[in-house]
């Protein structure tokens, strides 16, 4: 047997599983549903003939373990799951790499490596049917907000509980799976970018910085409404105005602190063209990389909201919808991605992620974590036409294995 890494066999093997899972608008590999264990079945064969040991555990979370000398383990991770009519590489690149990582590791090593080497494919990353991503990695880290989980639905009116456990899994004991952690040294994820930064800069990789935080908000202006026509300009309580100065606001707040903030939707009331308006309510997305940076946009957003108000004679109110801490990534570990970056195509750059991965789910549960990111073509996925140049695949999964070989290293010198 061939001890040589093969990245042309991953290109020609996600070209199977295109063929096999795939139709003219995409891939159907929406998690627990017939395709998904169909392509699930597909990915235990080529398991199997590694070999590797197989199993999948509470969480439906499918594990390929090669034993090693040591214990530790060395995790790599993806998710077969896509969303309906989603991209040919988003999730299964991390996992056929992975594969083929595993393939050349057992050959070298014949069937014995330093340290233990285990691929994980999570189970629901996309959380397309149910709403809720990450499902399968934050039952493992045993962030899984159950209560929640446990009422969720699809739009056939299937629980996931039922969805569940037509696929053979207990959701009481979900959480279970965290056991699978209990060796964990080091995890590293390869994905594709789905955003346009790589591709801007005309590099094909990346080693990314951690997935951003996120703080979102409903901020309500509130004024007075009155004549259009017999109300005087100064004598006007309008929350519109005030919360019109936001929006130049936000691009000062992001240039000064280096994240991103978006004002995604705007409603007035009473909304109508012969009224000042009376209440003005927009929405208010903001992410960053370092926890600090992302409290303080926060906080000079609403200090601007304040001021704004107080100039235009009307009432601020802030409610918050929804928020997530940064998860940064392991130093040495990103240290080591970018190092097996530049060995195979000479440069590297470093970024943070703005989607949430499985990763963030590792990084939460204390395990030392990478991604590696290859460039998106067009910087878009969860659509039909996301693609990545065959090029830049095999460099991906040259340098992830680079990568691989550099973390196993560490594991055992630690
Ligand atoms: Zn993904």
Known sequence: MSTALNPKRTVAELKELRALTGDRNGAQ??????????????????????????????????????????EKALLIGGHMDSVPNGGWLDGCLNVLAGVEILRRINAQYAGNPPVTVRLVDWADEEGARFGKSLFGSSACSGNLDMIEARALVDKTGVRLVEALRDHGIDFERVKDSGCELA????????????????LDFDLPLGAVLGTFGVERH?????????????????????????????????????????????IGSCTTHPGIVTS??????????????????????????????????????????WERLWHIAPHPFHEELIAFCDDAIRETCGISHRLPSGPLHDAAEVAAAGVPTVMMFVQSLHGISHNKIEDTKEEHLGLAVTAFDKLADKAMAWITAR
């Open 183 to 198: 060796n964990a040294a080091a995890y590293l994820e390869l994905h594709i970018e789905q955003g346009p930064v790589l």
């Open 276 to 317: 000042v308006v009376e209440e003005c309510c927009i929405t208010l997305d903001q992410r960053h990389l370092d926890p600090v940076a992302l409290g303080r946009m926060h906080t000079e957003a609403r200090e601007a909201s304040e001021r704004f108000a107080i100039e235009g004679n009307v009432g601020v109110t």
């Open 29 to 70: 590999r929406v998690a627990f549903t017939a395709t998904w264990a169909k392509a699930r079945a597909w990915l235990r064969r080529k398991l199997d003939e590694i070999p590797a040991e197989v199993h999948n555990d509470a969480a439906g979370n499918t594990w390929a373990t090669l034993r090693g000398t040591s």
């Open 218 to 262: 409903a901020i309500t202006f509130h004024g007075q409404a009155a004549h259009s026509g017999s109300t005087p300009m100064n004598r006007r309580k309008d929350a519109f105005l005030a919360a019109a100065k936001m929006s130049p606001e936000i691009y000062r707040i992001a240039e000064r602190n280096g994240g991103v903030c978006t």
